[in-house]
């Protein structure tokens, strides 16, 4: 075997999210990430790996919450755009619509199909992430694409992927962003 420097590579294509951070009504922001897993259920807990200098870090450090959400490939454009702009230049709500979650004050991103909501639990601080782990306080998904002893039907919705430095993929093949 080779041996590989960027081990991270080894674990994609992984499924893209929007992080939700902030509070509705104040400062709001979602970011693209993939670096997202659960890690417990009882606490029911996820963890996302989110960069230092990003302004996602700054709002989830300011507010102690954050959303996940899953959105279809028909949001590909949206997710895209969250996560090759800034927050801290542009107001990411002009491209995508954010509604309050219901139990946090943290975003939602209208269109997604599924959302974590999720209080900030403990973290684990790297040189250029924090891994915020969350409790999830609220999962939803979409009802006629989401099935609680199967998970997703891939037949009925198409969820992106992230290819590091190769794009999206759904499950039915590549697919570009607009850039």
Request: hydrophobic fraction near 40%.
């Amino acid at each position: 075997m080779k041996e590989v420097k960027k081990f991270y590579l080894l674990l994609h294509p992984r499924p893209a999210y929007l992080i939700g951070s902030g509070r509705v009504g104040e400062r709001v922001n979602f970011m693209a990430a993939s670096w997202v897993t659960p890690i417990a259920e009882e606490p029911p807990l996820v963890g996302a790996a989110i960069g230092v200098d990003s302004y996602t870090h700054e709002l989830i450090e300011a507010y102690g919450e954050f959303t996940v959400n899953v959105v279809p490939m028909s949001m590909l454009d949206a997710l895209y755009y969250a996560g090759s702009r800034s927050g801290r230049e542009e107001d990411k709500t002009r491209v995508i619509k954010a509604v309050k979650g219901e139990k946090v004050s943290a975003p939602v991103a209208e269109g997604a199909i599924g959302v974590l909501e999720c209080r900030v639990y403990a973290k684990v601080k790297a040189e250029d992430v924090t891994f915020f782990v969350g409790e999830v306080l609220a999962a939803r998904a979409d009802e006629s694409a989401f099935d609680e002893r199967r998970g997703w039907n891939t037949q009925r919705v198409d969820i992106p992927l992230h290819n590091w430095g190769r794009g999206f993929y759904g499950l039915g093949g590549f697919r570009m962003a607009k850039a």
